[in-house]
């Protein structure tokens, strides 16, 4: 197994976590996850905590409010593997070092929204 330099970027939703070699691909992942977040989150009725679009009062009843305030990817090193939501961890992890499509992270952002319904925070 090879040492591994990691970096970081960051949006107010979502946490990158990356191999050096590997920018480019953190960089699309970060803007993929960030343009369908509010979609998203509007259809599956989940709301990170730091997340300052307001609900609509028809859908105040039913959006639940992450403990979360940014949902974090990791992004591997190795060439080939599965991507998946994270239902332990809450992360979203994927083997990287081959691109994705857009489709792929909100796919899995999906998954991780909809996990929130298994251990719902408060209600507001």
């Known amino acids: 197994m090879r040492d591994t ?10 946490s990158i976590y990356y191999p ?5 691909i953190g960089k699309y992942s970060l803007y993929s996850a960030e343009i369908s977040y509010p979609y998203l ?3 599956l ?27 974090p990817y990791i992004l591997g090193n190795i060439s080939d593997g599965a991507g998946f939501a994270n ?9 990287m070092l081959h691109s994705r499509t857009a489709s792929f992270f909100q796919h899995e952002l ?7 319904h298994n251990d719902p925070p408060l209600r507001k």
């Open 5 to 14: 330099e990691w970096e970081r970027l960051e949006s107010s939703h979502f």
């Open 20 to 24: 050096k070699e590997a920018k480019n």
């Open 41 to 43: 989150s509007l259809l």
């Open 45 to 71: 009725g989940v709301k990170l905590k730091n997340n300052s679009n307001k609900i609509l009062d028809s859908q105040k009843d039913r959006t639940l409010i992450s403990k979360f305030e940014r949902v």
């Open 87 to 95: 239902p332990v961890s809450l992360n979203i992890e994927a083997q």
């Open 110 to 116: 999906v998954h991780r929204l909809m996990y929130e």
